[in-house]
């Protein structure tokens, strides 16, 4: 009943404010906002918000953010920084695979590339 009564609100929305990404579906305030998102939220608190609560585009954010930072970095680097920065305690295989998923597609549409092991800018 939760479910139905989910989709029937998603089903009155704009189409333009609802997207579907590797992570999930989210619904965005603004038609497209999704497209040039690169803002990102750390967490204070332990956990607020499940792993799939956080959009791609919002881990893209971090993710492009730490690289810049640091100019390379592992994938397993950006696995631990994602998990602290959104307070996520433990990394379980189903968290794991978010992040495995979000930092396939920022290698799938050229936002970063993987270099010698080392996620890193695009020249």
């Given at each position: 009943?939760?479910?139905?009564?989910?989709?029937?609100?998603?089903?009155?929305?704009?189409p333009?404010q609802?997207?579907?990404?590797?992570?999930?579906r989210?619904?965005w305030?603004?038609?497209?906002?999704?497209?040039?998102?690169?803002?990102?939220?750390?967490?204070?608190?332990?956990?607020?918000?499940?792993?799939?609560?956080?959009?791609?585009?919002?881990?893209?954010?971090?993710?492009?953010?730490?690289?810049?930072?640091?100019?390379?970095?592992?994938?397993?680097?950006?696995?631990?920084?994602?998990?602290?920065?959104?307070?996520?305690?433990?990394?379980?295989?189903?968290?794991?695979?978010?992040?495995?998923?979000?930092?396939?597609?920022?290698?799938?549409?050229?936002?970063?590339?993987?270099?010698?092991?080392?996620?890193?800018?695009?020249?």
């Amino acid at each position: 009943a939760k479910t139905a009564r989910i989709e029937q609100i998603i089903g009155l929305l704009p189409p333009g404010q609802v997207h579907s990404d590797v992570v999930g579906r989210f619904v965005w305030r603004e038609d497209s906002q999704w497209e040039n998102w690169m803002r990102y939220r750390r967490s204070d608190a332990p956990a607020p918000r499940a792993a799939t609560e956080i959009s791609y585009f919002e881990y893209r954010a971090a993710v492009i953010d730490f690289v810049e930072r640091a100019h390379s970095m592992s994938c397993e680097d950006v696995v631990s920084e994602l998990a602290a920065v959104f307070g996520i305690q433990r990394v379980s295989a189903s968290i794991r695979s978010v992040f495995d998923s979000v930092i396939s597609e920022i290698l799938r549409v050229g936002d970063l590339v993987l270099d010698d092991g080392l996620l890193r800018l695009p020249q």
